[in-house]
């Protein structure tokens, strides 16, 4: 079992930056494949950024290539998405997310944080 807890969302204007981070308790978070999903509310849970274990294959929706970069601390036990040049589309809740094996498809994802709300203004 593997508890997560993303801090860091928050109300943003365009063009700025936020950083979230997800703690993770139990097993260190580095046995696992960590990602990051948002989702709108009415609107299906979508994949941002997902890092496999070991670190061997990063990947990024096409919508956050080249503005988001998502990072782990091994030694923190901890997940990060640092988010950069931000859209009002980027609103919505931020979810980190752990299980074995890197995936886009959510419901390959046994553990889930609480969600963060990410709020970008024009």
């Known amino acids: 079992q593997v508890r997560l807890a993303e801090s860091g969302g928050g109300l943003v204007q365009t063009g700025g930056s936020l950083r979230l981070s997800c703690a993770a308790s139990?097993?260190?978070?580095?046995?696992?494949?960590v990602g990051w999903f948002r989702q709108v509310p009415g609107n299906e849970r979508m994949f941002v950024a997902g890092l496999s274990w070991g670190d061997m294959t990063l990947r990024y929706a096409d919508s956050v290539k080249g503005r988001f970069t998502i990072s782990r601390d091994n030694a923190a036990n901890s997940l990060h998405l640092q988010m950069n040049s931000l859209a009002p589309d980027d609103t919505a809740v931020y979810y980190c997310?752990?299980?074995?094996?890197?995936?886009?498809?959510?419901?390959?994802?046994?553990?889930w944080g609480q969600g963060t709300q990410v709020t970008v203004y024009s």
């Open positions: 139990a097993r260190t978070l580095s046995s696992y494949a």
């Open positions: 997310a752990a299980d074995s094996y890197l995936s886009t498809n959510p419901a390959q994802w046994r553990f």
